[in-house]
């Protein structure tokens, strides 16, 4: 008999020491204009990214006009004093860049990212487009009309329109927060060049804006390259708008946004709740998490493993708007779809599981997970330049200091589960939800009456 062969095989990695980590600290600087700069030195992250907060809120849109902003936003991309709108996205093109913008409640954020060894060109196309935007009639109706066109889409989609009614729910009839955040079709109509023109010179300045720049830095002069770009923008100095206060109805009761024949019901409960100046913000992630953060989530294990009722149920909370005195607010919800036949039961059931986290807190087990799955798995989220961008600019937004992020994760790791527990019931108590439902009112109001979660109105669904 012939001998077998052998093979030799090559030694099995084994794992290193974990090395330790944090979020990582900005440097903040100011430019002669008055715009605040945070930069951050990430070695190896060729791909820069710049975020650009402008102090433009939602709720500074003039009366009959919400959606300006947005309009604005876009518009920053479509041409300036010395480019068209296709040689502004050519000139993009050719440096590798991608420019996004958009407008929400605390303000407008124009996000660049670009190649390292392409920054100085595209930061002057940024600056080009902060400075001086053509606004150009042509490109300003064209983005109202793509704008008007989304519009049915979005109230045809079950999330969004469930998340448009529980704004108009929660929030007083008149505050901008009770209101789409993009406009409807009757106030974007009415938007043309000049009414976005007149909002950009009211809101937009640099003493008033903030620049984040994050990525491989390795021989650039950022400050020179930031006064010759950004630092060209010019405007009159101001001070940042005061922050108005948040106020809600959290009373709890049931809309059902009527939509005969649906085969599914989209659930959307939410209530307003803390900002993170809260000190009681890391243990409400935690127990949030705990409850319908992942697919092993409390939640998710009832709903979907044992019942079957559901692709998936998600709880999160949602930074709304922050203040400098932190009296800002967030949102909490609970957001899923079920089937039409079976919207009592998984209501029902849902409204089980909050009661039994009242009345039984979570596990030892949940908490370790959660604090893994958060914590742990931070090092990967932060890989990108764009992530640790978009997390700088966040606090800049919320008034936060340079280190939070830093400290919220030295937070949750700390946190127990009593604490997780005592604040995940706070944040969801079965008496103060506003349960927003999208689907077949004939068949869902009965059982969902039946259940006493609060009184039961029916909408159309436009």
């Known amino acids: ?265 989209q659930l959307l409960i939410g209530r307003i709740g803390a900002d993170r100046h809260a000190r009681v913000w890391a243990a409400q992630v935690l127990g949030t998490y705990c409850l319908g953060g992942t697919l092993t989530s409390r939640l998710d294990r009832v709903l979907r493993e044992e019942k079957g009722y559901t692709y998936g149920v998600r709880a999160f909370g949602q930074i709304l708007r922050s203040a400098p005195d932190g009296s800002g607010a967030s949102m909490l919800a609970i957001s899923g779809s079920v089937d039409t036949p079976n919207t009592g039961p998984a209501l029902d059931d849902l409204w089980k599981v909050l009661r039994t986290l009242a009345a039984e807190g979570l596990t030892d087990a949940e908490r370790d997970v959660a604090v893994q799955n958060l914590v742990g798995v931070a090092p990967l989220k932060y890989e990108t330049a764009a992530a640790v961008a978009g997390t700088l600019a966040d606090q800049v937004e919320q008034y936060l200091p340079d280190d939070y992020q830093a400290t919220l994760y030295q937070q949750l790791a700390a946190t127990g589960t009593v604490e997780a527990t005592a604040a995940a019931v706070s944040a969801f108590p079965v008496d103060r939800l506003v349960t927003v439902l999208v689907g077949d009112a004939a068949q869902i109001k009965e059982p969902v009456e039946a259940l006493g979660i609060g009184d039961v109105k029916v909408v159309p669904a436009e």
């Open 1 to 265: 008999m012939s001998e077998l062969a052998t093979m030799d095989f090559h030694p099995q990695p084994r794992a290193g020491e974990a090395k330790p980590w944090a979020f990582p600290a900005p440097e903040r600087a100011a430019l002669d204009n008055g715009l605040t700069v945070l930069h951050c030195h990430r070695p190896g992250q060729q791909v820069v990214a710049v975020e650009v907060l402008l102090d433009a809120p939602l709720d500074a849109e003039p009366a009959g006009l919400d959606g300006v902003a947005t309009i604005m936003a876009r518009a920053f991309s479509e041409g300036t004093d010395k480019h068209s709108a296709e040689d502004f996205a050519a000139e993009l093109e050719r440096c590798g860049a991608t420019l996004d913008a958009h407008a929400d409640h605390p303000g407008v954020r124009i996000s660049l990212e670009v190649p390292a060894s392409r920054l100085p060109k595209a930061l002057g196309l940024l600056a080009d487009a902060l400075r001086a935007p053509a606004f150009a009639d042509s490109e300003v109706e064209r983005l109202v009309r793509n704008r008007l066109d989304e519009i049915p889409h979005e109230l045809a989609n079950p999330s969004r329109r469930a998340a448009k009614e529980l704004s108009k729910e929660l929030f007083p009839a008149g505050t901008r927060m009770s209101r789409p955040r993009q406009g409807t079709a009757e106030t974007v109509e009415k938007i043309d060049s000049a009414a976005v023109r007149a909002f950009y010179e009211r809101h937009v300045r640099p003493a008033t804006a903030t620049a984040v720049v994050v990525g491989d830095l390795t021989g650039v002069d950022l400050a020179a390259l930031l006064g010759d770009t950004l630092g060209a923008w010019t405007g009159s100095p101001a001070q940042p708008r005061p922050v108005p206060s948040v106020t809600a109805d959290d009373a709890g009761r049931v809309v059902i946004v009527d939509r005969p024949g649906a085969v599914q019901t």
